[in-house]
């Protein structure tokens, strides 16, 4: 069973409780895949962390409008994300909020900058990169680092791989 499989077992995962901030990129991706258009929403944030970003000093610049809010994914009554199943993640990766394919890796806009400490270490194996159990390669982290802060900063969207979408014709 993967890590993420049985963090879910023993606490509150990475899809629970948390503010997931969406570009205008992932917003389109997330359309193309679901064909829903209502799937996020400008909130306030509960925990104030989310606002102390003095380690990123354009963030909240980029992401934080002028009433305080942000926009991110709905969240279910029990403040689980809105694309969270007992099967995880209806979303495949391609199409995937970009914060949400970096974590547990924090980021700044100058770059990758360390792992967050949510992921359960009584379920790690000894040995065995974290990223390796969540499935995160840096070549990747690092490309959708700068996809995110490219949307952030221009409001328009990059164009990579979208294996969910099919071919025409
Ligand atoms: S990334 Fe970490 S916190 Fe999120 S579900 Fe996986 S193990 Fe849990
Ligand atoms: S979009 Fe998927 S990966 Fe991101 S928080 Fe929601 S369920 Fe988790």
């Known amino acids: ?76 009554e029990n403040r689980d994300c809105i694309f969270l199943t ?5 979303l495949p990766l391609e199409a995937r909020p970009l914060v949400c394919r970096l974590y547990p890796i924090y980021f700044t806009e100058s770059g990758l900058d360390g792992l967050a400490e949510g992921c359960p270490p009584q379920l790690q194996t000894p040995g065995k990169p974290l990223l ?16 995110l802060y490219h949307e952030l900063r221009t409001g328009s969207v990059l164009y990579e791989n979208r294996h969910y979408l099919r071919p025409a014709g």
């Open 86 to 90: 007992e099967q995880g993640c209806v």
């Open 1 to 76: 069973m993967s890590l993420c499989a049985q963090c879910a077992r023993v606490q509150r995962t990475c899809c629970q409780y948390t503010d997931v901030l969406v570009t205008d990129g992932d917003i389109l991706r997330i359309r193309e895949y679901t064909d829903q258009p209502d799937f996020y929403e400008n909130r306030i944030p509960v925990d104030p962390s989310y606002l102390d970003q003095n380690d990123d000093p354009n963030w909240n610049a980029y992401t934080v409008l002028p009433d305080k809010s942000r926009r991110v994914l709905k969240q279910q």
């Open 132 to 147: 390796d159990a969540v499935g995160v390669d840096i070549v990747s982290a690092e490309r959708w680092r700068h996809l």
